[in-house]
């Protein structure tokens, strides 16, 4: 089993940075695929962004490419979310996810945080 704690929201003026951070325990970390996902009032979870296990792979949403940048550093079984250019539509609960490798090729998220709030204000 494995545990997932984000933290680092709040509320930000449009423009502005943010940097999430995802803390795991229970298993090792470099064992799993990760994912950030957001979900915004009255609409369905959408994916950010992933990263592969070593992170030597990442990809993004094409709403956030070029503005936000994930990381992992598996020495500290952290992963990070870096928001540059915030802008209000990125107002949502940010969750981040691990996947197993057999969930991974799925499109498939195994273990959940409980998720951190991002506030743009314009």
Do not use: H
């Not at 996902?37 to 962004?49: D, L, M, N, S, T």
């Amino acid at each position: 089993q494995v545990q997932l704690v984000e933290s680092g929201g709040g509320l930000v003026q449009a423009g502005g940075s943010l940097r999430l951070s995802c803390a795991a325990s229970g298993r090792t970390f470099s064992t799993y695929g990760m994912g950030w996902f957001r979900q915004a009032p009255g609409k369905e979870r959408e994916f950010v962004a992933r990263i592969t296990r070593s992170g030597g792979s990442t990809y993004y949403a094409d709403s956030v490419k070029g503005r936000f940048t994930i990381s992992r550093d598996n020495a500290k079984n952290t992963g990070y979310l870096q928001m540059n250019s915030l802008k209000p539509e990125d107002t949502a609960v940010y969750y981040c996810a691990l996947a197993e490798l057999s969930s991974w090729s799925k499109g498939r998220y195994d273990y959940w945080g409980q998720g951190t709030q991002v506030t743009v204000s314009s």
